[in-house]
């Protein structure tokens, strides 16, 4: 029950910063610049005039009152914890080159980016070699894997839940409500998770629903990649402290089918001229707002509720069968 407080704790006073912080009118958060997206002819386009003008970035303040906090709470008050410590600084790593992107004159090149997110994934994935084991689990199955095959696997997921993650922030309260269910989920799914990454897991849930507050239709804020991008690095983390890291396939499956397909989509089509799912828009919120017509509160409340079914169906794998 004290794990479970504490981390009720944490969501608590995260909300509360949050919605103090969003309520300010800081001057150093930049304004967006629009939304473009590629459509299945190869065009640039801007498909979100509505967020121009909109205060970005914010992504900077929830996620710096949920560091805090967790670093409050877990880092100083139940001891000094130093591999915790080193995830969290990992973490504002991403925050910031997320933010200074959001407010650079120019939008870095996705090489860059995806060369920092590498980086940062590979600090991720040694400090976490450096104190713990390879074990995995898999349902009833469970091996513990040779180094050098975890790394890599580690290095991959880390790296595509921070992109795929990015890809679906996009749409008024759909990354922000996903997560929090999904932070939830891995809280009361994986009761092995370390009380920290649980605590930090309910922490980030209490900030978003803050967030939220602000970012539901008609939004006047937005995370900016100084959000979206340590969302998705820490979903990466919680999967493999819980040590389930394919897990993440079923809880991440919003944001790997909404963002994902489409990063597959563009690297074949630039890379290797291979064209597939040519008349499907993606990210595929944009095929449900542009294509099908639906409305953002639409669009974001189908992806929230496909994440709280997958949440459960992974909840139910797991008590049967893990």
Same mark, same amino acid.
């Given at each position: ?23 300010? $009118?800081? @001057? !150093? *958060?930049?304004?967006? #610049?629009?939304?473009? &997206?590629? /459509?299945?002819? =190869? ?37 000094? $914890?130093? @591999? !915790? *410590?080193?995830?969290? #600084?990992?973490?504002? &790593?991403? /925050?910031?080159? =997320? ?49 050098? &095959? ?54 980030? &849930? ?117």
């Amino acid at each position: 029950m004290e794990i479970v407080f504490t981390a009720l704790m944490a969501a608590v006073i995260a909300f509360v910063g949050t919605f103090i912080l969003l309520k300010l $009118n800081l @001057p !150093f *958060l930049p304004k967006d #610049g629009g939304k473009t &997206a590629v /459509t299945p002819d =190869g065009k640039i386009v801007e498909v979100n005039s509505a967020s121009r003008g909109k205060t970005t970035g914010v992504g900077l303040l929830f996620t710096l009152v949920w560091y805090i906090v967790s670093i409050a709470l877990y880092g100083f008050y139940e001891g000094i $914890n130093v @591999p !915790f *410590l080193i995830n969290v #600084g990992l973490l504002f &790593a991403m /925050t910031m080159a =997320g933010y200074l992107d959001d407010r650079a004159a120019v939008h870095w090149r996705d090489l860059l980016k995806g060369e920092l997110d590498l980086i940062i994934a590979i600090g991720v994935t040694a400090a976490f070699m450096f104190y713990n084991d390879t074990e995995v689990y898999f349902f009833t199955w469970h091996m513990t894997l040779h180094p050098v &095959a975890y790394v890599a696997l580690a290095i991959v997921m880390l790296w595509c839940s921070v992109n795929v993650t990015n890809c679906s922030d996009g749409v008024d309260g759909l990354c922000g409500g996903v997560t929090i269910v999904e932070c939830i989920a891995f809280f009361l799914i994986f009761p092995e998770l370390p009380k920290e990454y649980g605590g930090m897991a309910l922490g980030l &849930a209490g900030a978003l629903i803050a967030y939220l507050c602000f970012n539901w239709f008609p939004s006047s804020v937005l995370m900016g990649d100084g959000g979206s991008r340590p969302i998705g690095l820490f979903l990466g983390m919680l999967a493999m402290q819980s040590k389930h890291p394919f897990a993440l396939l079923l809880l991440s499956f919003v944001f790997i089918f909404d963002g994902g397909v489409g990063l597959v989509k563009v690297f074949l089509k630039r890379r290797f001229k291979i064209v597939i799912l040519e008349k499907v828009r993606y990210p595929f919120h944009d095929q449900m707002r542009k294509n099908w017509k639906w409305n953002v509160p639409n669009t974001s409340l189908c992806a929230i509720g496909t994440e709280a079914v997958c949440s459960v169906i992974c909840g139910v794998l797991v008590m049967l069968f893990g």
